[in-house]
């Protein structure tokens, strides 16, 4: 059951904590979620993001930063970690890290890309591939706690099988409007051709200006910044747009 997030000290968020790997399960043939048990886990809101680290034999030593995928859960977090070609980090993580491994954690980080249940407004949603992990942190708490905040999602991929959270997002979930497009193939007799996405694809699926909804976009650089421009394009005024935004490291 999700529980509401203890804001924490900031030292606690900044010391580094173990993590034992309890669970992983696939989600797209490039991507894994992976549930570790963190004790002393402050909590967190959705939409924030934690840094790994990760130390070899030798010494040598690296992390990167990936978005907390889960709903607050007591010392139990997830994050979905896709297989960045030819990256340093994440093959290990989606393909090697085995149930009871340990790493290395801190956060939770970032206060402005969160979404809080007591916020009324009505979310557009927009993901580009993987920049849907925060965003389906925002849908999960807003299932937990039976919040009646109409959410809309738009979600780019490049094919179905880049698609996450596939089970999930086909279950029944009132208030919460769904909405995928392709850019590179589409599912047979699909409505729209594959391709990138444009301003009247985000009027149609989106919310209308003058409903004030606060939107998140999250996905690769050029993706968030296309999206965030065809927005405001469209009339949502700027600082109801918030923006978080990963390169080829998976930062």
Do not use: N
């Amino acid at each position: 059951m999700a529980r509401a997030a203890v804001p924490g000290r900031l030292g606690d968020r900044l010391r580094w904590k173990t993590a034992r790997l309890a669970d992983r399960r696939p989600e797209s043939p490039a991507a894994h979620t992976l549930v570790f048990d963190v004790p002393g886990w402050p909590g967190h809101l959705a939409g924030q993001h934690v840094d790994v680290r990760l130390t070899a034999e030798d010494g040598y030593s690296t992390q990167r930063s990936y978005s907390l995928a889960s709903a607050p859960d007591g010392e139990r977090i997830e994050l979905t970690v896709q297989r960045v070609t030819d990256g340093e980090v994440s093959p290990y993580l989606a393909d090697e890290l085995a149930v009871g491994d340990l790493l290395e954690l801190r956060g939770p980080v970032g206060g402005w890309f969160v979404w809080r249940p007591e916020q009324k407004e009505p979310v557009l949603l927009v993901a580009g591939g993987s920049g849907l992990v925060p965003l389906m942190a925002m849908v999960r708490v807003r299932r937990a706690v039976g919040s009646r905040t109409p959410f809309r999602l738009v979600y780019s991929v490049r094919t179905t099988d880049d698609r996450l959270y596939v089970p999930e997002l086909s279950r029944d979930d009132p208030g919460l409007d769904r909405t995928y497009f392709y850019t590179r193939s589409t599912p047979p007799q699909w409505p729209r051709p594959a391709g990138r996405l444009t301003a009247a694809d985000l009027s149609r699926a989106g919310w209308p200006p003058d409903f004030e909804p606060t939107c998140y976009v999250c996905g690769p650089t050029g993706f968030v910044e296309t999206a965030a421009d065809l927005l405001i394009a469209l009339g949502h005024a700027p600082d109801r747009i918030r923006t978080e935004r990963f390169g080829p490291s998976g930062g």
